[in-house]
């Protein structure tokens, strides 16, 4: 006697499959972060003053002011990124277009329409004065100057585990990966959507078709758990807590759970 499920067991063996499988193997070309910079690039004329929200190591001013003939200001609270930001700027010899800050999004020491265009890059996520920091913001923008952001939203299908374990974030604030919550914080400062693309998975896409990001991301989850006990005494139950929830940032980009977004705002 065959076994009952004969037929599902050929049809799971069968070419119809196996063509889905060999389709997934080819790449979908899809498009990578550089296009935040074409994006931007799109906007900005030479000369313009450009203001990097939570600028890290200057990676992206440095970048954005190589490319396109312009002045910037990186502002950040954290010390080590600001030291490590000038260090970069030197080393680009740079020093003289870019000046970087230890300072909040919220308390910008800029007069009023400084900026022609501010960049603000996986930055709202942290920010935990989401309203001071976009009032401020849209303060130091000139009337016809573009706010760039890049943030991080969970979908319907981040479940309720998943969103306890991404509450255990050390560096997110809570709130500010819901977009509806965000986009009221935008009008609440005046600010107006001109554009708004969803990245999706296809920067997920884009590196793990280069570098593999995801899969290392879950090498170093396993390797993680297999060693928590030893991690938690040593490190604290915060940062295994912090990392564990990390680890799950790219892979829930893939999944649909976690969101990349990309808005461009004006003043109206
Ligand atoms: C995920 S990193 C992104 C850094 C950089 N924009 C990039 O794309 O590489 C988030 C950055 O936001 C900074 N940050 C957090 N809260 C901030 C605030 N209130 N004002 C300015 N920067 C902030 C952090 O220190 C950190 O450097």
Request: net charge negative; proline share 4%; aromatic share 8%.
């Amino acid at each position: 006697m065959p076994p009952r499920n004969l037929d599902r067991l050929t049809r799971v063996y069968g070419p119809a499959t196996w063509d889905v499988y060999e389709r997934l193997d080819e790449s979908l070309n899809p498009q990578g972060p550089d296009w935040l910079h074409e994006l931007a690039g799109r906007y900005l004329q030479p000369g313009d003053v450009v203001l990097d929200a939570g600028c890290r190591d200057a990676e992206h001013l440095i970048r954005l002011v190589r490319a396109n003939q312009i002045t910037g200001v990186g502002v950040d609270p954290v010390g080590i990124h600001i030291e490590r930001a000038r260090s970069a700027v030197d080393a680009a010899g740079l020093a003289d277009r870019i000046t970087v800050d230890q300072r909040v999004m919220h308390e910008l020491p800029y007069d009023e329409g400084h900026f022609d265009f501010v960049w603000c890059r996986d930055v709202l996520e942290q920010v935990d004065d989401l309203d001071g920091a976009l009032g401020e913001v849209a303060r130091v923008m000139k009337p016809m100057a573009r706010l760039l952001v890049y943030t991080t939203f969970a979908t319907h299908l981040l479940d309720g585990r998943d969103a306890e374990m991404m509450r255990r974030h050390i560096g997110n604030v809570e709130g500010n990966l819901e977009v509806g919550h965000v986009e009221a914080a935008f009008r609440r400062a005046d600010l107006r959507i001109e554009r708004k693309d969803a990245i999706g998975t296809e920067w997920r896409e884009y590196a793990e078709e280069r570098t593999q990001p995801g899969s290392r991301a879950l090498l170093r989850l396993s390797r993680l758990r297999r060693q928590r006990d030893d991690i938690i005494a040593g490190h604290g139950q915060d940062i295994y807590d912090h990392i564990e929830a990390n680890l799950h940032w790219e892979i829930f980009q893939f999944l649909g759970k976690l969101l990349p977004v990309v808005y461009v705002l004006t003043r109206p």
